[in-house]
């Protein structure tokens, strides 16, 4: 088997010596960030986006990157191909690294960065995934200011997600404290109705995905229009179509929810193609 290589604070190292401190704060408090993105034809798609978030969530949790973007991404191009992945999914995980013990972030000041690479999610041979959703029983705090980023500390998603797999389901809503559907453990989440494409407003504790931002581009392309707006579970099942916005997969339609088929929305295809097709033109 061959030999996966991890960037672990600037070096390369094979996968079995990549370790980190158990006193690393990330492992400790989940005190860091993350950022997962697609890897095509060696290319990460939409690097810009994936790392402006990471740096403003770690401006706002006042943890230094220790590499200028130019250096980080020279590394993930090296790192794909001494792995020889261009077809993969990289993900980067930033903690506060070392410190005294304590909630206190004083005195933690070497930060940990790591990058990692897994195999993209191949595509069903039936054909596009579908997906049968169910809805938590968790709640996401409205206005939350730390939903804007993705933190290490996802107890709340590992739970749901928890939920969806005693349930058999592929993914799971989480609504938030007011009751309305707020996004996917690990997506967003959109819907057809009346020709246009909706999803949640980011006041609902939601994180501004960086899919989400690129299907509000396809639609601007495609003359459809876009609606941020609150919906509850119940109103879901009348709708045209649903579908969940990921990087990992891209867009993937939900079939059912809570047991219950969902309708289905040409649209949705329509978006799903567009976007691969974006995907593969950005990457070439």
Known sequence: MKTQFIFLNGQFVPEDRAVVSVFDRGFLYGDGLFETMRVVNGQ?????????????????????????PDALRWFVGDLIAQNEMPDSLLRLTLSRGVGPRGYSPKGAESPTL???????????????????????????????????????????????????????????????TNGHVAEASGGNLFWIERGAVCTPPLTAGI?????????????????????????????????DGV??????????????????????????????????????????
Not at 44 to 68: V, Y
Not at 128 to 141: C, D, H, Q, Y
Not at 260 to 277: C, D, G
Request: one cysteine or more; glycine letters at 4%; hydrophobic letters at 45%.
């Open 44 to 68: 990460p798609f939409r690097w810009t986006q994936h790392l402006e978030r990471l740096q403003h969530g770690a401006d706002f949790l006042k943890i230094k990157l220790p590499f200028p």
């Open 114 to 176: 790591v990058m990692t690479l897994h195999p993209a999610p191949g595509a069903p041979v039936s054909g596009p995934a579908s997906w049968k959703l169910i809805t938590s029983s968790l709640r996401l705090p409205v206005g939350d200011p730390l939903a804007r980023f993705k933190t290490a500390n996802k107890l709340a998603q590992v739970l749901a997600r928890a939920e969806a797999d005693a349930a058999g389901a592929d993914e799971v809503l989480l609504l938030d």
């Open 207 to 239: 994180l501004p995905g960086v899919t989400r931002a690129v299907i509000f581009e396809l639609c601007q392309k495609l003359n459809l229009s876009v609606r941020e707006t609150n919906i509850l579970p119940a109103q879901l099942r009348a709708v």
């Open 243 to 284: 579908f969940v916005s990921l990087s990992s997969f891209g867009v993937v339609e939900a079939v059912s929810l809570d047991g219950q088929s969902l309708n289905a929305s040409p649209l949705v295809e329509k978006l799903r193609a567009a976007y691969e097709t974006l995907l593969c033109a950005e990457c070439a």
